[in-house]
């Protein structure tokens, strides 16, 4: 697969020219057992697992041009491959080769009075445009699900991580005409041009779904343009409540990984929202434990008045997804005051409750209007590997369709099979 810098004016015929191979490879991987598929995940892990050191020196070059251009250090954690996230891709591929496959899985069956026998039965989608920044994992974990799950799938990765996806994308390619499946069944968009963005917006004729992957300006701008189906989530605005009833260490040690785990994914907490009733008591064992791990705390001034550390919040801040080790601390008043606030603020992704009071818990999971809500979990736990879906091809904030970590059975549609004998409609 050929780099390509070319003018603007060129991006019309470079996404058509996509378009074409991803329609010519649509059919047989629609149609591709699933013995196929596992035969070309298996062999991606191996072919990632064995060209490492070429995936590394790809990832280099991106990590020297992203340092070079004063990239943040939060933002380059996205963008960076170490030994152990290779062998997690490796690992990804493996874990998807061994789910169940949802194609040709039926829903529901049912016998109408005349005789008819009416199912719903799994396809794939078709053929998926996926559009991401930074992060090089998503191209394997794109892949993969795609292909697992018999869809075509076109990848445009951030200009930030161009080299270390094309490196990824070849072995993807490999591991497919090993299986004798089409190669074109993951192609990447061989340009940085920008253009080819608008592009894929437009695809119509042969793009079924846009997934976009990444800050709130590619999501608007994919959401404003396109005039394809998108699949999306917004800014991962993630909150941690802390009841009156919760276990203090549990708080401590909960907040902390869900802060500061990795301030760079969207299910890291932005916000803490501590009850009035347990400002004396938790409030400064989880702002302790959070300044000891570097985090800079702004919070109100009930947290200011216990917190002399913490810096002022202001309005903005209750709707920032910082992505960097910096969290937002307000006092609500118990768990009616977690829910309207998160309301009013929250990015509808992911929100958690520490609480030893089951009845609190259940109402805050009740009532809480999310895509993933938990009680006593950390909210890094929202990745589609740790449900058990082997990988993810985002978190969808969406009503429609999917919401949540998409995995296989979220990137398949249904077909209605109607089954008669003759039968006539008087």
Not at 108 to 135: D, F, K, M, Q
Not at 227 to 234: A, S
Not at 281 to 294: A, D, Q, R, S, Y
């Amino acid at each position: 697969m050929n780099v390509q810098t070319k003018p603007t004016e060129d991006a019309v015929a470079i996404v058509a020219e996509l378009g074409r191979r991803a329609k010519g490879a649509a059919v047989a991987l629609r149609n591709a057992g699933t013995a196929s598929k596992n035969r070309a995940l298996v062999e991606a892990a191996r072919l990632i697992r064995g060209d490492k050191a070429a995936i590394l020196a790809a990832n280099a070059r991106d990590i020297a041009a992203a340092q070079a251009a004063g990239m943040t250090s939060a933002l380059q954690d996205r963008l960076l491959l170490n030994d152990a996230r290779v062998e997690a891709m490796a690992k990804g591929l493996d874990d998807i080769a061994a789910l169940p496959d949802p194609v040709g899985a039926k829903i529901e069956e049912w016998t109408r009075p005349n005789g008819l026998v009416i199912s719903r039965v799994r396809v794939p989608i078709g053929i998926i445009g996926v559009i991401y920044e930074a992060r090089p994992n998503v191209t394997a974990d794109a892949g993969a699900l795609c292909i697992k799950s018999g869809n075509v799938v076109v990848l445009r990765g951030g200009s930030d991580s161009f080299h270390s996806s094309r490196a990824i994308v070849e072995l993807l390619r490999r591991a497919l005409a090993a299986a004798g499946l089409p190669e074109d069944c993951v192609q990447l968009v061989p340009t940085t041009d920008r253009a080819a963005v608008g592009e894929m917006l437009r695809a119509m004729d042969w793009l079924d779904l846009i997934v976009p992957r990444g800050g709130r300006s590619l999501i608007d701008r994919v959401t404003q343009e396109s005039r394809v189906p998108v699949l999306r989530h917004y800014d991962g605005i993630c909150h941690v409540y802390v009841d009156h009833d919760a276990d203090i260490a549990m708080a401590r040690d909960l907040v902390a990984n869900a802060k500061m785990r990795r301030v760079s994914v969207c299910g890291a907490a932005e916000t803490l929202l501590i009850d009035r009733a347990a400002l004396d008591t938790h409030l400064m064992p989880v702002l302790t434990k959070l300044h000891e791990l570097g985090c800079e705390v702004r919070g109100d001034g009930e947290v200011r008045k216990r917190d002399t550390a913490a810096l002022p919040a202001t309005e903005k801040d209750w709707r920032t997804e910082y992505l960097a080790p910096v969290i937002a601390v307000a006092t609500v008043d118990g768990v009616d005051g977690a829910i309207r606030h998160i309301a009013t603020y929250g990015s509808q992704h992911t929100e958690t409750i520490v609480t030893d009071n089951e009845v609190t818990a259940a109402r805050f999971l009740d009532e809480v209007d999310s895509a993933i809500v938990m009680h006593n979990a950390s909210t890094q736990f929202a990745d589609g590997a740790e449900f058990g879906l082997g990988a993810e091809i985002g978190i969808s904030t969406n009503r429609m369709h999917a919401r949540g970590p998409v995995g296989l059975v979220e990137l398949t549609t249904y077909k209605n099979i109607v089954r008669g004998k003759g039968t006539l409609r008087p």
